[in-house]
DNA sequence: TGGGATAGCTTGGGCGTCAATGGAAAATCA
DNA sequence: TGATTTTCCATTGACGCCCAAGCTATCCCA
């Protein structure tokens, strides 16, 4: 599998340490270094391989390197980049800045993304997504009050 | 590591020694000297090998040779240019313009730049720090208005 | 179809190595 | 010669690497 996919609760060890989800080993192809920044907004921290360094990267060569917003960027991608290594059995210590960030104690929510996956504390990444499903109903409410249509989308 | 990335808090001893982070080392390909300059618009300095003077040279080439900005900028770049000696376990002593410009008094910030690294006060990096992640988070909430595209930080 | 065997995932722990820090000895300078 | 800097050595704690055990899901065969 080349994409991050389902999700996954592990636990954390005395030493710090969690097992990264099996399914998502082969997304990272082997390597053994996850690349991970904490969410701007949400409790969470995305994660992956080197690609996901790249891609920021990418985009900061699109910027103007002298502008206030390229600076700020950087200073995320590369100052407040994460950088795990995965032992010999696909395992990585959270970092003091991400256990903050997240709430994480002795459990983690891992959660596929499609080309990168997400690190969340349990409890909290389960408000999230009741959130986002009420989120979604509401919106679903708000348009077919609005063309008449309202009839449930099978989804 | 050919770049400089994540960052790290070392203390100062009571003869001023730092500690590079061991992180950064490799990015060094093992130079004794460390290049760097006071930052002009943050109480930070930048710094890192011999490559550091080129990139400001690149900087300065970049800039209208006649205005004032190149002026100041090239007094900055070369008279203003601390270099420090790296000892044997990789230790750098602080100098007093540094310490004043930073506000250090015994503890460092380390922050990955990419191709250099920043040296800040630990609080001034946590606030400016804070203030980065909000800028990002309203740049792209400004562009997610903008397409309609959510928060995907992945591609 | 049921049950046992097997492989692999998760978790636990031991141990050696190295980074961070502190301090002493040696060297340099005024 | 006193003071300050540089080099060298020692300590402590964290991290990487290795091995082991429990559990689960899957596979195979009767």
């Known amino acids: 599998m080349e994409r991050f996919l ?69 200073l995320l991608v590369h100052g407040d980049m994460n950088i795990m290594n995965i032992d010999g059995e696909g395992r990585v210590i959270l970092s003091d800045a991400i256990r903050e960030h997240t709430g994480i104690t002795n459990q983690v929510a891992f959660v596929g993304r499609g080309h990168f996956f997400q690190i969340w504390e349990p409890e909290r990444f389960q408000a999230y997504r009741e959130e986002a499903r009420a989120k979604v109903a509401e919106m679903r409410r708000a348009l077919s009050a609005g063309n008449g249509q309202g009839k449930d989308t099978g989804t």
């Open 6 to 74: 389902s999700s996954a609760i592990n636990k954390v060890d005395k030493k710090g340490r969690v097992s990264i989800p099996a399914v998502f080993r082969p997304a990272l192809k082997g390597g053994s270094t996850l690349y991970a920044t904490l969410s701007v907004d949400q409790p969470a921290v995305e994660a992956g391989g080197p690609e996901l360094l790249e891609v920021n990267e990418k985009r900061l060569a699109a910027m103007d390197s002298f502008s206030p917003e390229y600076e700020y960027f950087s």
